[in-house]
């Protein structure tokens, strides 16, 4: 205790770190405060909206603002559409391949894009969510004059959280989009425990702290998953340099188990609707499609989830096979120098690494697709529907590689300042940390 009270006396001790502490805390208070004023023309007490599947989890990132009808129901959201729009262009189009490469000017020019393309998204997102979310018994005005001024309002909380989101990652700490879902996500925590326990009642007092200590080892097993790489050791050829010898050092390239991150549970999720979609066709005059259509209505039945895991082992090598090209890191090593040892530069380095990284995919895939299954588990087991979602999935992920982020961020400003670090054990890495480690 005395250690961890030294340790805040420690971070607050220094004011670059106390200020953007603060700052951070600032923002995230005006993202709360928006996130509870609904749009103009809304009766709140008349909205009975209970979001599923991709709705329910775009509402647990905006922290119930989406069901709210809250001026940030679209939150943050269409700029990270458009971002991820703007990274597969970057992978196809040689014109923004072009622009990545062009430095920070590029990537000024990128950010602009994605802005501007954030916008479009949003009004058509506008458009939908106020056309087919809103009911009619819970509107105070014209429904044309609504869908118009709600276009508007909610174009402007988005450009608001993008905003934040920007102004957290400079004057803040850590990622500010990424915290923004993450306050989002945990705003829901306290709520969900309070339901949970008084489902169980003063007789089930055991089984609920059986629980938390389910969902310790839960978030432990999140931390394995996000932070563990396959170190591949390079060696650097020695040059000289004048009258100096430089070079010569091994290091170390980290492919990361989980290079994919969330992005194929966000994808599996978004296609989990089809089956439903495409049985309830047919329903009324197919019997199979109409069991078809029970079988994938619900998020706990098995068929539900086999499917959703083999979409997700699917999209994880999909994705690290996009996100990481083994050929431009072997060029790079090649350019600087480097090399792994017993291997050949260039072809045969590209491949080594190629291997290296589906050989650690599968077993990354595997256990990202039992990580977002466990909430189904969870609920299956008895748990609370908002208690189950905190037990895996996109939700928990996104949590812990936030802090982990966030405690690299204040790590680094202890260790500048030659202050004791915040882990006895080694120091704290995030999703982010991609450092190598020198022998």
Do not use: H
């Amino acid at each position: 205790m005395n250690r961890l009270i030294t340790t805040f006396k420690n971070i607050f001790a220094i004011d670059e770190l106390r200020s953007r502490i603060l700052n951070t805390l600032l923002f995230i208070t005006a993202f709360r405060l928006g996130s509870a004023i609904v749009l103009p023309g809304v009766d709140p007490q008349k909205l009975n909206l209970n979001p599923q599947g991709l709705l329910g989890l775009l509402d647990t990132f905006l922290g119930g603002a989406f069901s709210k009808a809250s001026i940030f129901a679209l939150g943050i959201m269409p700029y990270i559409s458009a971002s991820i729009a703007i990274q597969l262009l970057t992978l196809a189009l040689p014109y923004f391949q072009k622009m990545q490469k062009e430095g920070e000017s590029g990537r000024k020019r990128l950010n602009q894009i994605t802005r501007i393309l954030t916008i479009g998204v949003t009004a058509v997102q506008a458009i939908t969510y106020v056309r087919t979310t809103i009911p009619q018994e819970a509107l105070l005005i014209d429904r044309g004059l609504f869908t118009i001024s709600s276009l508007f309002v909610l174009t402007a909380g988005t450009i608001f959280c993008m905003w934040l989101g920007e102004r957290i990652t400079d004057k803040g700490i850590g990622n500010g989009i990424s915290m923004i879902i993450m306050i989002g996500i945990v705003s829901r925590l306290p709520g969900a425990i309070i339901g949970e326990q008084q489902s169980r009642g003063s007789g089930g007092i055991l089984i609920f702290v059986l629980e938390i200590v389910a969902l310790y080892f839960v978030v432990m097993g999140a931390v394995v998953l996000t932070q563990a790489v396959r170190r591949i050791p390079i060696q650097y050829a020695k040059q000289v340099i004048g009258n100096k010898v430089v070079g010569g050092q091994r290091q170390y390239l980290p492919l990361k188990l989980n290079a994919a991150g969330v992005m194929p549970i966000i994808f599996a999720q978004a296609l989990m609707f089809i089956p439903t979609y495409v049985a309830g066709l047919f329903a009324e005059k197919s019997d199979f499609a109409a069991g078809v259509q029970n079988a994938f209505q619900s998020y706990t039945t098995w068929q539900y989830n086999v499917l959703f895991a083999l979409l997700i082992i699917i999209f994880t090598f999909f994705y690290t096979a996009i996100s990481v090209n083994p050929v431009q890191i072997a060029d790079d090593m090649k350019r600087s120098g480097g090399f792994i040892p017993g291997v050949k530069p260039g072809l045969q380095t590209s491949e080594y690494i190629g291997t290296v990284l589906d050989r650690i995919t599968l077993p990354g895939a595997v256990m990202l697709a039992i990580v977002a299954i466990l909430p189904a588990i969870a609920n299956l087991l008895g748990m609370t529907s908002g208690f189950a979602q905190f037990f895996g999935g996109t939700s928990l992920l996104i949590m812990v590689g936030v802090v982990l982020d966030t405690l690299q961020q204040v790590e680094s400003y202890l260790l500048m300042r030659r202050y004791e670090g915040l882990m006895k054990s080694g120091r704290v890495q995030g999703r982010t940390s991609s450092e190598t480690v020198a022998a």
